[in-house]
């Protein structure tokens, strides 16, 4: 100390040491705190593209079922003699 005060020296040292430690910190928080806010970050933009992903491929599969059922759907049975009129249909 610079001039003597009232306080017990010890108790400066002890305070003074302890801002010393807080400010030798602060950049070991402060990085801690970005990595994990990036580790955040990414792992929500993982988690929307994999939910994007899901769900463009529940979309294509329903897009698929409804264009196997609407083929399904489709009356395209011939019966015999119309095919045979149309195969044997004399020239006009």
């Known amino acids: 100390m610079a001039f003597p005060t009232g306080v ?3 108790i400066t040292d002890a305070v003074t040491q302890a801002n010393v430690k ?3 910190d602060a950049p ?3 990085m801690g705190n970005l990595y994990q806010a990036t580790a955040q970050a990414l792992a929500n933009a993982a988690r ?3 939910s994007v992903r899901e ?3 529940n979309t294509a599969q329903d897009a698929s079922t409804m264009g196997v059922a609407t083929l399904y759907a489709l009356d395209t049975a011939a019966d015999t003699d119309s095919v045979d009129a149309l195969l044997h249909r004399q020239p006009e």
Do not use: D, Q
């Open 48 to 50: 929307n593209a994999a």
């Open 28 to 30: 070991a928080v402060a």
């Open 55 to 57: 769900s463009t491929f």
């Open 22 to 24: 807080v400010l030798g």
């Open 8 to 10: 017990n020296h010890e």
